[in-house]
């Protein structure tokens, strides 16, 4: 019996320990889960002047594009003109000049972009 209680007493030290851990990380941004703080950036002007360069993108804007340091994930919002049918072609043109490439931050570091595809991610607007 006494055993018993010891190794209640070890499991709830255990699970304070580990709530001082989890409250400490969410006072300095950092989910648990993500194994560690991924600090995005903001790029931009560079995906916008890419965007630009991509013939049939007349119309086309980047309202925001972030490129996470440590994964090289990006994720952006891209803005459609009314009625466009060529939105595909145009994400996956902008997608090819991205893909396994460096980008400019807004304060002009260089990063790389994944070479993983499925790491670069757009959401489209009107």
């Known amino acids: ?16 320990n580990q709530q001082k851990i989890i409250t400490k990380l969410a ?3 950092a989910s648990p889960f993500s194994g560690g703080n991924s600090s ?14 991509i013939p049939g993108a007349k ?8 490129l996470g340091a440590e994964s090289g994930s990006l994720r952006g919002k891209l803005v459609q003109p009314a009625n466009a049918e ?8 902008l997608k090819n000049q991205l893909v396994g490439k460096s980008v400019k931050t807004n304060d002009g570091k260089e990063i790389k972009v994944s070479s993983n595809p499925q790491d670069v991610s757009f959401i489209g607007m009107s």
């Open 1 to 16: 019996m006494a055993n018993d209680k010891e190794v209640i007493q070890k499991l709830l030290k255990i699970a304070e």
């Open 40 to 53: 995005w950036s903001d790029v931009s002007a560079d995906v916008a002047a890419k965007l630009a360069l």
């Open 59 to 66: 119309g086309y804007s980047v309202d925001s594009a972030e």
């Open 27 to 29: 006072q300095l941004g």
């Open 86 to 93: 060529n939105y595909y072609d145009v994400l996956r043109a």
